[in-house]
């Protein structure tokens, strides 16, 4: 999309992620009728889904994803709808935006149950979705299936670009993760020239 605006854009990577907790995933995906529905905040929750489900295909493809299909499935953005369709579930809240505006969805769409909707997500995970749909009294159960850190190679990719290439004109970010663990290193890198940059 930007090359195709004239902008020469180079992607590096900042940041790794280690999946967690896959066995307990595992054992709460098998039980759909514990549950009201599912949410995904992130590709990555879904990604997590997708392995536990590698070991249990026969299950899932006979009776697990129908069962779940008759449940309420969120998501945010494109791309994790996209993901949650190839796993052949339906899900609604793609256009919802950001956590916050899905948490007003589930909110009006919920009537009080005493099932808890199974929230996969990361350990950096904000505190909006699960704190507005508490004060809505909509029961959620959590449980953390990745882990985010740096990539280790944030240094030498940002050094070995700044070398090549110079101060950039932009730097784009697309999470809070992504500028907490590489803003403090371009500055280093790009001395008293930061404020060239947008």
Excluded at 74 to 94: F, M, N
Excluded at 108 to 132: D, M, T, W, Y
């Amino acid at each position: 999309e930007l090359s195709s605006h004239g902008y020469e854009a180079t992607l590096i990577p900042v940041l790794s992620f280690t999946f967690v907790s896959l066995e307990l995933l595992s054992d709460k995906l098998s039980h759909p009728e514990n549950y009201e529905g599912l949410i995904f905040t992130s590709p990555r929750a879904v990604e997590a889904v997708r392995m536990c489900l590698e070991d249990n295909k026969e299950a899932w493809e006979h009776s697990l994803k129908e069962q779940w299909n008759r449940k309420s499935i969120y998501v945010v953005g494109k791309a994790t709808a996209a993901l949650v369709k190839d796993l052949g579930l339906s899900s609604e809240g793609e256009a919802s935006g950001n956590a916050e505006k899905l948490a007003d969805l589930i909110c009006s769409k919920q009537v009080p149950s005493s099932a808890p909707i199974l929230f996969p997500c990361g350990s950096l995970k904000r505190e909006v979705l699960p704190k507005k749909l508490k004060e809505k009294n909509v029961p959620l159960e959590a449980v953390t299936v990745y882990q985010t850190a740096p990539h280790p190679d944030i240094r030498p990719a940002l050094t070995d670009y700044l070398t090549k290439e110079g101060i950039p004109g932009s730097v784009v970010f697309f999470s809070p993760s992504g500028v907490k663990f590489c803003l403090k290193i371009i500055q280093e890198l790009s001395n008293d020239k930061i404020n060239e940059i947008k």
